[in-house]
């Protein structure tokens, strides 16, 4: 049938004890797997996340679910077209991004099913949605949990060939550019599952995490910074490319992660017309402007030198 969800990934970092605790922090459900290593749960996609040790920060692995062994047939036969090594399983293919090096798995995996969230209710004029009652945005008080893992972006130094391993290997689909930087690819309804940025050197750039709606991205945010200020990098603000309300916040070894709600979905390929943005539509809609920090991290340039900030 198809490809269905970015439904995995495992991030290299040098300091597993303290991210883990920044992720458990973030929402997710942190559980210690028999090796040792650190899982992390969402609510609604299960295991969607590992840390492991690496010296450098880094993408080490993202799976991609597939619906059945005849779509991972054909990734393997469209990968060997491009030239590209793999590794092949009776469910599941393995091969590297030639270019920033991150493991990429196509394996046999069920659907996640998303049970419906109840709507939430915003009065407009002429539209009472809710009557009588404060807004539950501000009622709620529980921690933001992220409902499933959304994308990965990654910094690469050749965008046209991380693309065509996305595009024309695995078999993501274009949903829009942005004009000489990058190409925003899903690999499911949701606009984007992979960005493909242009960087100086690749890089894992950020992870991005779905919550119920906008109150949550801002609630989520603002119980992160609470004790931690140094941790914003961006937010609260809506993306031009896939719509989404966004707020990106940044994880102790440098990684940032994204807390998002209403993105685009498309569900007709023939329907969607992807569109080259240009400026600063390739960035945001709306929001305060972004920082230079944003596109390049504070730690690119050790990155560059191969030099490594201390843990
Ligand atoms: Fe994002």
Redesign the pocket.
Known sequence: MALHQLSHLVIGVPNVEETAEYYIEFGLTGVRTEAGEWGFHTLDGGEQLRLVHSPVRRLVEMTVAADDRDDVGRVTRRLGGLGVEVTKGVNRVVAVEPVTGARVVVAVEPRLDQLAVRPTPYNGPGRLERINVRAPGIERVGQVRPRKL??V?LGTTDVATTERFFLDGIGFRLSDRIAGAGAFMRCSTDH?NV?ALAAPVSFLH?T?WQVDDVDEVGRGAMAMLEDHPERHVWGLGR?HA?S?F?W?LKDPAGNFS?Y?SDMDCVLDDQIWTPQTLEGAKGLFSWGPPPPPSFLHPEDLAAMMTGAHAPS
Request: aromatic letters at 22%; hydrophobic letters at 20%.
């Open positions: 959304g994308h972006v984007h960005l950020h991005s993306h896939g989404n966004f990106y994204e998002y």
